[in-house]
């Protein structure tokens, strides 16, 4: 997966991130019923926003989602997922963008790439996702041929670019790119007036794309001699952020101006997990829900490291005689206690031997369980963990995009 909208679990309603699953699944599934298992590499986070926009726009019926069967990254359960052209104009702008990310990286010789027989191949490769994103483009009424265009001036743009040059010169492109994929979303929902707002919105969500990809490979494009749009131009950090900040701004201004049904999972993604974006890129935030463990000293204990009694504790000193309970000994019931154990511990699940729980962690990393899933069971342990990819690095800040009455993400702002 790959993408700068990468919302946390956290963080989304209930019903928002079924909603959210809903429509990447339903990008992968549509990449697969159109052009094969192996199109499925090329599923990413941004790609779904076209058919997050899509549905937006489009009138409920019960016809926009399909239960999909059993699938290894959703932990073997069923899930019903969108479908229709806003999935399918996903799938088409996701190969498209792909291929030209290949034949990029086989352009600069990045990694396996520089063996001729490997280059040979991922050519041929983005040369039939390029075919077929055409092939469904074309069948929806996109013509994908303003992406081709778009990505082929990119490179010669980059080879004249030098000090001096205006950072939105070089990341004109993408906006142009990702304008007419967000414009096209208005076609098929049948909204031409929305056409021109949401072509306002993708081409400042495409510079922002551009924008961010160069803020976080800039340090490892520069110990590997890459070639980066901020230090090409000499654009500083404070002027990238300050074009961010106000591509944020301009989008949302931009969706105020179109006319959806239903709004909340659009807004979510391109209002506030955008700012949460920007601000993990310029490592200028922090998720809350990690804010707050770490506060209360990493053991979920309400009262912090210290526990209730502190250093202001009545009592002096730090926490009570007995280890922290204020009754004496180790706690009611418990060690050094002489009452029952009111709150008995549930037995520990018995752990598996070392080969038991190697054949079931090659599972879970087979499967994508461990990145994908929201909960799975410890290889070893068998204890219930929490899958790396709801929370990372998020940034919980739901309430940061300053928007007027919004009631999307269950806070008051």
Known sequence: MFGIVRPCGHRLTEGLKTEWMAHLCGLCLALRSDHGQFSRIVTNYDGLIVSVLTEAQTERDTGRRRTAGPCPLRGMRTAPVAKGEGARLAAAVSLVLASAKVRDHVADGDGVLKRRPVAVAARRIAGGWDRAGARTGAEL???????????????????????????????????????????????????????????????????????????????????????????????????????????????????????????????VLLAHELRTSVDRAFGTSSCSHQGRASAQGGG?????????????????????????????????????????????????????????????????????????????????SREKREGCVDCADCGCECCSCGCDGCDCCGCDC
């Open 300 to 380: 979920g204990d309400p009262y912090g490291a210290h526990g209730p009694y502190g250093s202001n504790n009545p009592y002096g000193g730090g926490n009570p005689p007995g280890g922290g309970n204020p009754y004496g000994g180790g706690g009611p019931g418990g060690p050094g206690g002489s009452g029952p154990d009111l709150l008995p511990r549930p037995p520990r699940p018995e752990r598996r031997g070392f080969w038991a729980g190697c054949a079931v962690a090659i599972g879970l990393c087979c499967t994508c369980q461990i990145c994908c899933a929201s909960e799975y069971e410890g290889p070893w």
């Open 141 to 267: 009424g996109f013509d994908t041929a303003v992406l081709v265009d778009a990505v082929d001036r990119q490179s010669g743009i980059e080879a004249l670019a030098g000090p001096g040059t205006g950072l939105l010169t070089v990341t004109e492109p993408t906006e142009t790119a990702t304008a007419a994929a967000f414009a096209h979303t208005a076609v098929l929902a049948g909204r031409p007036g929305n056409m021109a707002p949401l072509a306002e919105a993708g081409r400042l969500f495409g510079r922002l794309a551009h924008l961010l990809d160069a803020v976080e490979d800039q340090g490892a494009d520069a110990a590997s001699g890459a070639w980066n749009p901020l230090t090409a131009t000499g654009t500083s950090r404070t002027e990238a952020r300050r074009l961010a900040d106000d591509a944020l701004h301009g989008i949302r201004l931009a969706l105020r101006d179109a006319e959806f049904v239903d709004d909340k999972l659009a807004h």
